[in-house]
């Protein structure tokens, strides 16, 4: 699982002191996302070229499924970190709650009656986030009041694979996305649910991040066809 010495490092993240809700063997706890790193790290360390850190972790966390519009507690299976200097963005709405994260973290945006992601770097102040308001789950959605820039130098963290929907909140309900991990490390052997997972059986797959995603080239690819549409369809 995320093996390290391979693979493509997760730079998106949270600051380390931003607080989030966790269910960890039974019992719900708030605690700062770097702490949770820090008191996990006895589940053995795996650090990948770039230097991310990470280690396993079983919980749930809130989540919301942004296709039904129903928020619940999710699995995750980890917390990443990595050292940070850069710029955060401390995104704060009109209700006063607000969030910490890196340019290029992953937020939901309300936009034309649906929710799409984008990087917290191309946020503008009147965009509407998704907040879980309180424990029965209640999906809302919040206007950015302003959006403040910080620099920092320390450890930046994340949750990684949050089932299913790949998101959760922070403490005070703002739903952001989770770093996708990735696996290259499952066999037939170790996982029970591999044929399943290679066949696409109920869902199932293989966590493989940025892998999962592919991008074509289209104008390279007419070029090489060279006005041949059979070539190039």
């Not at 296709?67 to 990595?82: A, C, H, I, P």
């Not at 995104?91 to 034309?112: A, C, M, Q, Y």
């Not at 102040?125 to 907040?131: M, N, Q, S, T, W």
Request: charged share 30%; hydrophobic share 35%; proline share 3%.
């Amino acid at each position: 699982y995320r093996g390290a010495g391979t693979g493509i490092s997760c730079y998106q993240c949270l600051a380390a002191d931003e607080l989030i809700p966790l269910e960890i063997d039974g019992q719900i706890q708030v605690r700062r996302i770097g702490d949770v790193f820090t008191e996990a790290d006895d589940n053995d360390i795996k650090v990948d070229p770039y230097g991310v850190e990470f280690v396993k972790l079983r919980g749930r966390t809130p989540s919301i499924n942004f296709d039904t519009l129903e928020g619940s507690l999710k699995e995750f299976r980890g917390v990443m970190r990595r050292r940070y200097r850069g710029r955060l963005l401390n995104i704060i709405l009109e209700s006063g709650r607000r969030i910490k994260v890196t340019p290029d973290h992953p937020v939901f945006v309300l936009e034309n009656g649906a929710f799409s992601d984008k990087s917290a770097r191309d946020l503008n102040i009147g965009d509407y986030l998704p907040v879980l308001k309180d424990t029965e789950f209640d999906v809302q959605v919040r206007k950015i009041k302003k959006i403040e820039v910080e620099d920092y130098n320390g450890y930046v963290c994340d949750l990684v694979d949050v089932s299913d929907t790949h998101n959760f909140s922070n403490a005070l309900g703002v739903v952001t996305g989770n770093c996708c991990a990735y696996q290259f490390s499952a066999t037939f052997e170790n996982d029970d649910e591999f044929d399943d997972k290679l066949y696409f059986k109920d869902g199932k797959h293989f966590s493989m991040g940025s892998w999962q995603v592919v991008s074509l080239n289209c104008p390279r690819a007419a070029y090489l066809a060279r006005g041949d549409d059979e070539l190039l369809f």
